[in-house]
């Protein structure tokens, strides 16, 4: 398939650690916050979200943070896998329509 | 797969032609959006429907892009007079929304390249 993200940042791990991606958000007025994984030739996949009143959200194997202070999300993936590597977006909703504004990927890759 | 199907899955044309694309979201989704995607870029929004309704178009929709949901079920994508920055990989996604204003998980298709030369 197609590549996805050909001069994104690119985060490199080992399999078996924890992976941690950041993003800066611009709307202050965000009500949801979104964590998407692309995979090349694929649509986007959703993998958690967090509401604007939360800083924390765990689910199976990721965490997001928010800070709202200084507009930043961050995805932490624990024990890494090669099912992983991918380009990860994160996503905001602002209510108004429910459209979703991407910020920049960024490419994990898993190295074994 | 997310349920949310695209067809045709690559589309390549010469440049001043039409060209239209197919979503079919989930059946019980009354949300229909459709964003387009440029290499090394997020998906930017394009346009989206609750129900057969069309609510909101970005700027980027030009006036050669038309969309519609006639019945509330699939969605349409027609671009007239295709240029080659039309060429880009087009998502459609879906989900159940309860108000206008009301944020649901959106589930994406997995896409129709087109490649305009």
């Known amino acids: 398939g197609e590549s996805v993200g050909l001069h994104l940042p690119t985060l490199s791990v080992q399999e078996g650690d924890n992976s941690i991606i950041n993003c800066a958000y611009s709307?202050?007025?965000?009500?949801?916050f979104i964590w998407y994984k692309q995979e090349s030739g694929k649509g986007p996949q959703f993998i958690i979200d967090?509401?604007?009143?939360?800083d924390k959200r765990q689910g199976q194997r990721v965490t997001v943070l928010l800070n709202k202070t200084v507009k930043h999300l961050s995805l932490q993936i624990a024990a890494t896998q090669p099912g992983d590597s991918a380009v990860y977006f994160c996503?905001?909703?602002?209510?108004?329509?429910?459209?979703?504004?991407f910020g920049t990927g960024t490419r994990l890759q898993v190295t074994l | 797969d997310t349920g949310v199907s695209q067809n045709p899955r690559h589309k390549i044309t010469k440049r001043g032609q039409n060209v239209t694309f197919r979503c079919d979201p989930i059946?019980?989704?009354?949300?229909l959006y459709w964003y387009r995607q440029t290499l090394g870029q997020g998906p930017e929004f394009l346009t989206y429907?609750?129900?057969?309704?069309?609510?909101?178009k970005s700027r980027l929709l030009s006036d050669r892009f038309s969309a519609e949901r006639p019945k509330g079920s699939f969605s349409t994508l027609e671009i007239q007079r295709t240029e080659q920055g039309d060429s880009a990989m087009y998502l459609c996604?879906?989900?159940?929304?309860?108000?206008?204003?009301?944020?649901?998980?959106?589930?994406f298709g997995p896409g129709t390249r087109l490649t305009v030369l």
């Open positions: 429907f609750q129900n057969e309704a069309q609510l909101e």
């Open positions: 967090i509401r604007s009143n939360m």
């Open positions: 996503a905001e909703n602002t209510g108004t329509a429910s459209k979703l504004t």
């Open positions: 996604a879906s989900s159940l929304g309860a108000g206008r204003s009301s944020y649901n998980e959106q589930f």
């Open positions: 709307n202050s007025a965000s009500d949801y």
């Open positions: 059946s019980e989704h009354n949300r």
